[in-house]
């Protein structure tokens, strides 16, 4: 059985940053391309980041973000990481970790065949 579970969450001031942790178990994590998302309050859930599997390379990332996240793998230890910098108040949502069987870090979370339940983020101002 698959599973993710998201951890780093929390309140923030604007300006100030985050790191969230996603664990995965159950699943080839290696060659599995890792996303993450985020869903605001009366928001569809929005790609923020992807990172590929171990076969191919390439970390995609919305344009909303780019320059102030990055995302990062650690495949010994079934981890996956998304470093937020410089939050402003539209940071604010819960945020996703997506794993997929393919190699390929698709944008798309139809894509993706497993979720973990979320992480929330809030940033004041």
């Known amino acids: 059985q698959v599973q993710l579970v998201e951890s780093g969450g929390g309140l923030v001031q604007a300006g100030g940053s985050l790191t969230l942790s996603c664990v995965a178990s159950?699943?080839?994590?290696?060659?599995?391309?890792m996303g993450w998302f985020r869903q605001a309050p009366g928001k569809e859930r929005a790609f923020v980041a992807a990172?590929?599997?171990?076969?191919?390379?390439?970390?995609p990332v919305a344009n909303s973000v780019r320059g102030r996240f990055t995302i990062s793998r650690d495949n010994a230890k079934n981890t996956v990481y998304l470093q937020m910098d410089k939050l402003t108040p539209k940071d604010t949502a819960v945020y996703y970790c997506?794993?997929?069987?393919?190699?390929?870090?698709?944008?798309?979370?139809?894509?993706?065949?497993?979720w973990g339940g979320g992480t929330q983020v809030t940033v004041s101002t």
């Open positions: 997506a794993g997929r069987g393919g190699d390929w870090p698709s944008p798309g979370s139809s894509s993706y065949d497993y």
């Open positions: 990172i590929t599997g171990i076969f191919t390379s390439g970390t």
């Open positions: 159950g699943m080839a994590f290696n060659r599995a391309a």
